[in-house]
C-alpha cells in the first residue's frame, strides 16, 4: 500500500503544443488548436509526478475521475504548463487540483484550464492479472 501523500503534494510539468496535440490531427476541419484531450493528459500527468514518489513495489496512480474545464485555445508551438497539488483523501481515492496555463510575454499567467482529477494506487502486476482474466 503506498505510503501516506500529505496534502499538498504536487508537481508542475510543461509541454509545447505540437500538431499531434491539435484537434487538426483528428480532422482536417478542425482548427489546428490544443486540444481539451490533451490538455487533461498533461493534467492528469502532473497528478501522476505529485503522487509517485508515495508508490511502493510496484505502485502506480491511475485515473478514476476527471472533471475540468477547457476554457481558452492555443495553438502549435506554446508553451502549456500544468500543475496538480493532493487536496484530499477519502479511503484508497486522491483528489488533486489541477489547473493548465500558458504565460504570456510579460510573464503573466493565463488559465487554460482547470478542475479536479481523481486518482488510485494500483498495483501494476495486480491490475494486469485482473485485465487478462476480464479478456477470458
Not at 500529505?6 to 505540437?18: F, L, S, W, Y
Not at 501522476?48 to 511502493?56: D, G, N, S, T, V
Not at 505502485?59 to 497539488?85: F, L, P, Q, R
Request: a neutral charge; charged letters at 25%; hydrophobic letters at 45%.
Amino acid at each position: 500500500m503506498a505510503k501516506p501523500v500529505p496534502r499538498g503534494a504536487r508537481a508542475e510539468i510543461e509541454e509545447t503544443v505540437a500538431f499531434e496535440h491539435t484537434l487538426a490531427k483528428h480532422h482536417a476541419d478542425f482548427p489546428p488548436v490544443y486540444s481539451t484531450p490533451d490538455m487533461i493528459r498533461l493534467m492528469e500527468t502532473a497528478c501522476y509526478f505529485a503522487l509517485q514518489p508515495f508508490a511502493e513495489a510496484d505502485e502506480i496512480s491511475v485515473g478514476t475521475h476527471v472533471n475540468v474545464v477547457h476554457k481558452a485555445a492555443v495553438g502549435v508551438g506554446t508553451k502549456v504548463k500544468a500543475d496538480a497539488v493532493m487536496e484530499s483523501f477519502d479511503g484508497r481515492f486522491y483528489t488533486m487540483r489541477a489547473r493548465a496555463w500558458v504565460e504570456n510575454g510579460d510573464g503573466v499567467a493565463i488559465e487554460l484550464g482547470s478542475g479536479t482529477v481523481g486518482r488510485a494506487f494500483v498495483s501494476v502486476s495486480k491490475f494486469m492479472e485482473r485485465m487478462k482474466a476480464r479478456q477470458g
